[in-house]
Structures are given as structure tokens and as C-alpha cells.
């Protein structure tokens, strides 16, 4: 029965000497080794020591996540004005001692508030920002899903509607398809009717 | 001047009740003469808004500073150029330039629809009319830009300095119309709704409205952009503040409308989905406007700071509550005449973009309302800036690149593993070449080499499928541009649309490479001195100032060299202006398709030393090119044919696709 089940896949599968799913096979291997190779060389990039350029990369992505509490909507990296320059020279300074970027945060957040921060803290309260996004988009797909679910259910319960006919060229071949399968469906109907669900997956493949 | 402005307002409001009338009671008497009567009156809209524009513009000409906005917002100084961008620097004036818009866009509407969308016209006719009432009667009673002082003021206050800016005098009227034009597709769908008429009639009319209100907006949003680049002198053009997210949540949300608006057009299938967007749609717009006219939020946009806002809060409440009664009234008769009948199809990919379309839009919503929200429960605003955005729309961006270049080569209705084999084996081939090569390149960052290879694969797909039409033309006797020209003409939505998606393509490339590999650096010179920022050598030679009747003008000359070679003469700039206490700069930018050098004058010293910061930032010329392309692509798409003849006639591969079908039966 299993036998069979492969014979009929076989015989269907439009191009015999194409086997797609090695060809899917080798594309995802390629793309699971070129996703590692590009983590590999990040990391390997990323673990030299810290020059002075690096302290101001560093300083300047602190520098993006800190508000200029002065003017709207604008992180001192941005603004010119005189305490955005001031705040940048602080969080140079503190660098150079040696201070770790949420211990120059927590520095700012202790005078000015949690608002000084760009980005709003991933904790307490605050997290409801975080997870509110991801959760709508699980939902939206699980509505999705039902939805596509729903219009299939209602769609077998139609009527075929009129398909167009294919190139002239196609016509010989897709008919000699269209009777192995005639001939297929025959030869399986005639088996017992344990047959019935290989003949049921078979045709959900192929849609 | 002022007195024939108050008439002209007062006049509009007239006409606009007449037509509103007239349309429902025509359509309710089965009148044609009244319908008819008061679509001229639409017609005449335009007309009377026409003759307020122009007393108000007279006003400024005239330096009449009885007039409160012109003494607000122009002076004896300013050039007259730009009486134009004073005309809607403030919120009296942007009101007018909108109900101007709307009216022209309404009579356009009136006038191209009366083959098109006949029968549900008049109700169309009455929602356009009833957001135009709306601006007028706003204009009339609670922000009269021909308001009189008591006392005449010798001169006016002038012009903010952030907005003298060639940007500026395009920028916001092309925004401001675009955000306008949305009324348009939705007064179309509406009208549908409202007359009954819930089939496809109104599919060709809503798609090219909400095309035309999607590229001005789009365009709008660019030209932004530029303005932000250029003058605004922090090295980027998008900070995610809430004014450009307002109008960046109705674009997004118009986004997936044009896209699901195609399978109705194609396939009769979600009949009650693009209603239901466009009505979305018109929502973010109007709340777009409600937070530039004086919303709750902070913003660098503040401008025209009032109250105003919570009118249009009002407003957008009424219309989306009324929008969705006729909607839920009707919803019986929206039901599409044909199901999905596989999950790995065209129609289903269009539903995964609606998805991750709307996620982005309401991620931003979130994150615009989210300080609100904290500030009520937990009595702290909270900021929510550009790293936020960034960590969670970024994914969603990259999804739909990807999805942008793997949905156009699914056929409709049904699709087998073997026509993607077919169709995406060359591009993803492609992509993964690209992001190797990028990998030994040095391009080392995970998210960018992601990006740069999700473009490879959308570029790669559509030139895949452009190379094969041509030469299968080709074959067939016709020379390569006659074959590619007649493949562009013979299906042009779809081909228009590629056009776009290679634009959008463009913008990624533009937007990843400057924010992943951007340099900065802040270096202070004495005249002679000169710094290395990356590559470049820049040496400050000095620098002059010229004093203006209401700024200072400083220009400094810098000198760019790179491996000793001379690159030019660059003169960044920075003008102060006293009475506003305010300084605007004029970046130095020597742009190249591979990145752009950008030098902001930060101060001048007393000693003599000047402070620049000087930006890196890689392929950001790509950004402004994609503006062009992207209009050329929607004038692809729109351009007139004759229809299609089947839905079905064109989906690539198309073979394979019909034998899959015919193995089911």
C-alpha cells in the first residue's frame, strides 16, 4: 500500500528526472551554511579590542538613545544645542572611566527620568510596548490562517469553475497526464478500500 | 481682500450644502435634473475656494497685517518668493490649501466618474462634499484665516526659518494633498457602499484614486525626507517622530489597499476586505492631520501649535463610527462570489502583505500613542524613538522584501512546489550568491547582509521575468527594445508594478546601507587645520559672514581631498536669525552613488576655530532616485489599456500551473 502510494507520486510528479525536493534539499543546506558563515565572520569581526575609535562608536550609539531634554523628538546625537553637547561630553567621560553604557543610561534616567531614553525600557510596565507587536502579529496570522482555512472549506463545496486550456503545445502532453491519472484512480478504486486515504493525500499534494 | 475671502469661504459652504442636498434628495426623488444640478455645484467649488486662495495670497502681496496670519506669518522683510510657503505655514492657511485641494480633487472626481461609477456618483458626490464642509466650515468658525486685529501692526513677525528651504515649498502642499486625495478613493468605496452597488463596479475607479493619493502622499513623504537631509543637519532623513509617522501610517495602510484592490480587480475576491481597508485608510489620514494640526505628541513638526487638533479627533471618531455602520448595514451583500482555493497562492500571499502592511501600520500607531497610554497608567511619558521602530518594524520590512520577491511569481488560484522551483530557483541562486560575495566582501553585519540579499532576490526575480518575455518575443520576429517595450505595454499593472517594486527595491538599498554602515564624526579646525573622517581629508580654509536684514550668514569653505587627490570646494553654511533666536544650516553634501559626504557647520568659535560634523553615509543617493522611478512605475500601472482578456491569461508559467489544475478535476 505504502508502495503504491510512492508509485502514484512518482508517475505524477511532472518532471521525473527533476527531483525538486533534492533541489530544495540543497538549497536550504546552502542557505543554513551561508547564514553561519555570516554569523561566524560577525563574530569574528566584532572581537577586537577596543580602540579609541571604538569608544566613540560607542559614545555615539549611546548618544542615539539619549533624548535631548530641551527639544521635541530629537536624541542629543541629532540635536546642537548647548546640553545636548554637554550630555555628549558626559557620556564620553564616562566611557573613558570605564562605565558600561546601561550604568551611563541609569545615569540620566536618575536625573531626568525614564523619558531621556530613546528607547522605552524593556521592563515592568514598559515591556507592554514590547509585547504588544509581536502579539498582535500572532494573532493576525492565526486569524489569517482560519480565514484561508474557511474560504478552502467553503471553495470545495463549489462548483469547478471553467479553467483555462493551456498553450497548444501543452495539450498532447497534459492529456496523457490526465489519463494516468484516469488510469491510476481506476487501478486504486479497484484495491481495496484501504487505498482510499493515499488516493485523499495524494490529491491534497497536488493542489 | 479679506472681506472677499470671508464671502468666498461662506460662498463654498453653500454650494457644498447644495450639492450634498441635491445629490441625496435627487437620488431619493429619482431626480436627475437635481442630481446634476448639484454635481455643477461641485464643480463650482473649486471656484469659490480658487477666490479665497488668491485674496489670501493678495493679503501677503499687499503686506495687509490687519490680516491676523498675515501679520502672523510673513514681514516687510521676507522675500516674496515665499509667500507661497507662508501661505501654509501656519494652520488657518493649511486649511484653506486643503479644502482647495479637495475641491479640485472632487470635481476631477465628478468629472472622470461619470462613465465609470454612474450610478453610485451622487453618494460619492455626498461624502466628498461632506469632508469639504467639514474643512470650510472649520475655516469659518474656528480658524478664519481672513481674521481681522484691532490694531494694525507696523510690520509682521516673518516666516519661521526652518521653513525657508526650497523643500519647504514643495514638501507640504504635496503632503497635504496627498493625505486629502485619500478622501477620495474612500468617498468612491463609500459610494459604493452607500448605493448598493457592492460588487466590482467601483474596483477600476477606487484602485486609480487610491494609486494617485498613494504617489503624492508617497512623494510627499520623500520630498520630507530630503528637506529633513538636507537642512534639518543631523545626517538622517527619518527620526520616526510622530508627524512623520502620521503620515507614514496611511501610506502603509494605502500600501496593501492597492495591492488587495488587485484581487478584486482580477479574481471578484475580497469584496468586503477593500471596503473595510479603504475605510482604515481615510481613518490613519485623518488622524495624520489631527496630530500636525496640534495634536497631543511632541514633534519637531510642531508648527502650528493649537488646539484645533481635538476637532479632527471628533471628526475622524464620526466618520470611521458612520463608515462602519453603512459597512456592517451592507455586509450581507459583500460576500465574494469565489473562495481561496489554495493556501499557496497568489491570493493567499496577498493576504500574508495585508498582514505584515497593517502590523507595520499599527506597530507605529502603538508606538505614537504609546506615551499616552504610560502617561495615564503609570503617570511617566515615556519616549518612543527611532530604536524602537527600527527593532521591530526592521523585521517586518525585511519580511515583506522578501515576500516582494517571491509573491509576484506565485500563479493565481493554485500554485505547486514545482512552479516556485521553477520560477524562484535562479533568484534565490542569485540572493545567496550576492550575500556570500557581500560576506567576503567585509560586509559582515547579519541584518545587513539579510537586507542587501533580500533586494538581490526581488531584483533578480524581476529581471528573471522581464529577460524571458523580451526573448520570447524576440523569437517571434521583434527586435529587443520593440519586444520589451510591447511585454511593459501588454500587461501594465503588472509591469508598472515590478517598475515600483525595483523603486522600493532602490529605497531599501538606500535606507540599509546608511543606517548600518553610517560614520560620524565631530572635528573642530582652526583656518588651515585640516581632519581624516574615513577616507577623506577635509581642510577648513576660512570662512565669511554676511549680514542679511534679518539673519547672519556664515559660510565656511572647506576642502575635501581623498589619497591626495583634490575633490572640490564644499561650502556648508549656517545662518542665524535673531529675532527667532534660531539658526538654520545648510549641509555641504558631495554625493556619489556609493555614499555621500556630508558636512553640517556645527558653531564658530570666538578664536576663530569652526565645529563640523561630518557624516559618512553610504548609498543614500539611491533613496532620491527611487522617487522617480516609483512615479514612473504608477504611471506604468495607470497608464489606460484595453482590459486584459482573461484573469487568468498571463500568470507566469502559466502551464504548469493549468495542468495542476487539471490533475484535480
Redesign the interface.
Known sequence: MYCDAKKVMDTVTIERDNPTWKVLLTLTLIAVIAVLFIIVAGCASSSKTLSQDDLEAMAQGIDKGLMCPVCPSETIDQSQVQIANQMQMIVREKLAEGESQDEIFQFFVDRYGAGILAEPPKSGFNLLIWIIPPMVLLLGSGVLTMIVLAMRRGHHGQVEEELPTASADMEPYLSAVDQEIRRLTQESTRDTTKDGPNIQSFEGKVE | MADLGNISLLLALALGIYSATGSMLGVWQKSPQLVQSALNATYLTPLALGVATASLVGAFVSNDFQVEYVAAHSSLAMDTQYIWVAFYAGNEGSLLFIAFALSMMSALVIFFGSRTIQASLPHTNLVLMIVLMFFVAVMIFLANPFARLDIIPLDGQGINPLLRHPGMFIHPPVLMTGLITFAVPFAIAMGALISGKTGDEWVDAGRTWGIIAWIILGAGNLLGMWWAYTI???G?YW?W??VENSSFMPWIVMTAFIHSIMVQKRRGMFRMWNPALIIIAFGFAQFGMFINRGGPV???H?FGQSTLGWIFLLFMGLTMVSSFCVFFMRYSSLKST??????LSRE?AF??NN?LF??IA??TL??VI?PL??DI??G?????????YN??NGP?FLLLIFLMGVAPFIPWQ?A???NL?RAL?MP??SA?AV??IL?LAGV???WA?IAFGLCALVVAGILREWVRGALSRHKRGESYPVAFARLIAGNRPRYGGYVAHLAIVLLALGIAGSSFYEV??DIVLSPGESADVGDYTIKYVGANALERADRTEARAEVQVFREDNFLGSYYPQRDFYPAFNM?S?KAAIRSTPIEDLYIIP??FLEDGRAIFRVHINPLVMWIWIAGPLLFLGVIVALWPQKEVA?A??RRPS???A????????
Do not use: C
Request: net charge neutral.
Open positions: 534639518l543637519g543631523w538622517g527620526g517622530d510622530p511632541p514633534s519637531v510642531s469565489r473562495n481561496l482555493e489554495s493556501a493567499a493576504l500574508v498582514l497593517l502590523t499599527f506597530v502603538w508606538g504609546y497610554i504610560s497608567f503609570q511617566e511619558i515615556i519616549t518612543v524613538g527611532a530604536p524602537f527593532q521591530v517586518l493554485h505547486s512546489w514545482l522551483y530557483m534565490v541562486v545567496i550575500a556570500v560576506v559582515t553585519k547579519p547582509v560620524q564624526r539658526a544650516t556645527g558653531e482573461t487568468y491569461a502559466g502551464g504548469t493549468a495542468s495542476s489544475g487539471i490533475v484535480t478535476k
